[in-house]
């Protein structure tokens, strides 16, 4: 893989892994139960515009990966995300990563290491 792919590729993790703590963020700082307050609350919440824009930006990379890897191959690649929103959740939120979690991580890790080495 070339520099701009992985440039690319890094991005659009980083990109949605922002987005998606930005959306817990927002979720665990809207005080309502769910109901008219709550999403009233919820799309007053910059969190939740950190997140959109995140994703907004992370879909632009998305798209120039896209346009310089075969679908089947980034497909694979873009599971990675998944693991860099799971060590996310871990740091920031203290969230349990449990055994079978492990053994999703390291056999995405594997996956991935593999269409790398392919591609």
């Given amino acids: 893989m070339s520099i701009l792919i992985i440039f690319l590729w890094i991005v659009n993790i980083a990109c949605d892994t922002v987005g998606q703590v930005a959306f817990k963020y927002a979720a665990i700082t809207t005080h309502y139960k769910l ?3 709550y999403w009233l609350q919820l799309f007053k919440n910059g969190w939740l515009w950190c997140g959109f824009t995140a994703y907004f930006i992370g879909f632009l990379f ?58």
């Fill in 35 to 37: 109901g008219k307050k």
């Fill in 62 to 119: 998305w798209l120039a990966f896209l346009s310089k890897v075969p679908l089947s191959q980034a497909i694979l690649l873009g599971s990675f995300n998944m693991i860099a929103v799971m060590i996310a959740g871990r740091v920031l939120f203290k969230e349990h990563i449990t055994l079978f979690r492990l053994i999703g991580i390291f056999t995405i890790i594997s996956g991935v290491i593999l269409v790398g080495i392919s591609g």
